[in-house]
DNA sequence: TTGTATGCGTTATCAC
DNA sequence: GTGATAACGCATACAA
């Protein structure tokens, strides 16, 4: 029982149950076409060696790796700050991919070496597949990628139009329902805490805000923020600024819309009272903001899932779908 | 330009620059010993036939990956529920990972199915190195890996006593801080919320906190949650009714604690007028709750790139101390 | 049903 | 400095 005992490889399995390499495989594989009592020899003596397949080995002739890949294109401080979109996003596919007893690989690639690295990574067919949770501007690495024959699935519209299949959720339409409450609930000066312009979400939160402000003849109000929970309240100081009569905002994510709940309560403004808020996503936070936050709900997990199975249908050759979009909600809690 | 052309290998390389495999081989790995100007045309073909090595082929002789395995033995509704304690990890991993060039393979090991893919692709050599972000009761995969032959670093010390190397905080110290100083303020009856009794975590918190406790000759009263937040509610629910007179709270999760000030909030406690609460953690969210939360801080962050620095070091042959412990620290902020 | 032989794409050990 | 050539550990077409 060395610590650094010589790893048993297929041919020591078929000395000890005194068979051939290709036997043992077929063991191994699985395959019904082995005598049972020649079988059972084989999985005694794979047991006694404590035998494991090398992975490199095997995916070297069969041209697969059984994991996938999960690309964030962000820097590890926005995918784990304490918005739950991405991690949500995660265990979506986690799920998913583990009731297909696949492997998922994780890889963070803010930085421009870390996006170099996934590069090598992927095109190094360490991976059957690759999945990009979010994209940026018009980042050619999906599309590169695709062109390589590597099955790639994006979460969200490519911002940059590249023609890579995706999943994406109703923004604008969530978005419409949002304002719509809003104004059928008196308010008229309705501003917007947006997000990112190089983020689909971003992008399409703004315009649903924008086209649902135009159609009720409403003056916009827009700050921009990024995400996070910090900008969020940054933005929401900028907007009292711009138009202290404010009376309400919609803010692209909980997280920012959180960071705007302090700010407000910071500048002596109530909620709802003073100023309605609604946020957009419905993380578990929106239930224990105070007050409990009103938002857009949008099924997170049920993206990564979804992702996961175009593209595991992707990489088994079947011909899928170029957009799938789920659907969004509003969800009233205290806040509007 | 097909979208299935066939992936260039080696050989391809060599034909077209004219030169053999192992010349080619040695460019790209950047060998010192070759011409420069037929380095110069290997590299020219490279880039014309966009060639990139095969990792799979490449591992089986060289007995490594490049990429490490950051397993994650809790479902994944844990790991990414808000609480921001193993991102943090995952962070830190990342980082140092980054800065190493090596690949970070991240996985969730909640199920027993997933536990057993786990132990598959470790002992498969897909990766040359594990690290586990924490332990459950006396799992004894780590040390199955360990005696494998295959560097493993725990974050935590392992519950169970398994000899596995470890980077672990110094959470007694923090705890008794934080009962110190709810009893320099004038408190006595002081509760606490303890964490899962199967974790490294909330067992050493509770016990700083018992001991502390006895030290003072005061009576303990605790409720123990799982560290989420709704765990921490519940848990701050039955001590409330336990002993309606608590002045006091230590909740061993900062997350758990924002669960408790709900919970007290509804039951119309104020705090720390009524009664005073300190969490453990220090997550972002702390600054963000109503009010602002005293918490016992961890080093995160360090505590995952500390891991990763003994796992490479451990990877690359050298000798590690079997333990690091790093410190805590009290923040005082404005619930005690 | 089982065994033999071959190849997957690299790196490493030699000669040259 | 460069080129053959032998592993690395496995799956599979083909033969028996």
Do not use: C, W
């Amino acid at each position: 029982m060395s610590a650094t005992r010589e790893r048993p490889t297929l041919e020591a399995v078929a000395r000890l149950a005194g068979v051939s390499r290709a036997t043992v495989s077929r063991v191994v594989n699985g395959s019904p076409t082995v005598a049972e009592p020649i079988a059972r020899a084989v999985r005694q003596a794979v047991a006694e060696l404590g035998y494991v397949p090398n992975l490199a080995a095997r995916s070297l002739v069969t041209q697969r790796t059984g994991s996938f890949a999960l690309i964030m294109p962000e820097a590890a401080t926005r995918v784990f700050s304490d918005d739950q979109v991405f991690p949500g996003i995660i265990r979506g596919v986690s799920q998913e991919l583990e009731d297909a007893d696949k492997q998922l690989v994780l890889m963070l690639a803010g930085s421009a070496a870390g996006h170099e690295r996934v590069e090598r990574y992927a095109t190094g067919r360490h991976v059957d597949g690759v999945l990009f949770a979010s994209l940026h501007g018009d980042d050619p690495l999906p599309g590169r990628l695709a062109r390589l024959g590597i099955p790639v699935v994006s979460g969200g519209r490519p911002p940059g139009g590249a023609q890579v299949p995706y999943v994406d959720v109703d923004h604008v339409g969530g978005v419409d329902r949002a304002i719509r409450h809003l104004i059928a609930s008196g308010r008229r000066r309705i501003a917007t805490v947006a997000g990112p312009q190089d983020m689909i979400a971003g992008i399409e939160r703004l315009a649903g805000y924008l086209a649902a402000l135009r159609e009720a003849d409403l003056r916009s109000i827009v700050a921009v923020g990024d995400f996070t929970r910090e900008s969020g309240a940054v933005a929401m100081r900028e907007l009292l600024t711009d138009d202290p009569k404010l009376d309400a905002v919609f803010v692209a994510s909980d997280l920012m819309a959180h960071g705007a709940l302090h700010a407000l309560r910071v500048a002596g403004r109530r909620v709802p009272e003073d100023v309605a808020v609604i946020g957009f996503d419905d993380i578990e936070l929106a239930t224990y903001t105070d007050p409990p936050l009103t938002t857009v709900r949008q099924p997170i997990l049920q993206i990564g899932r979804r992702m996961t199975r175009q593209l595991l249908r992707l990489a088994a050759g079947e011909q899928i779908e170029p957009a799938v979009v789920l659907p969004t909600e509003l969800v009233l809690r205290d806040t509007a």
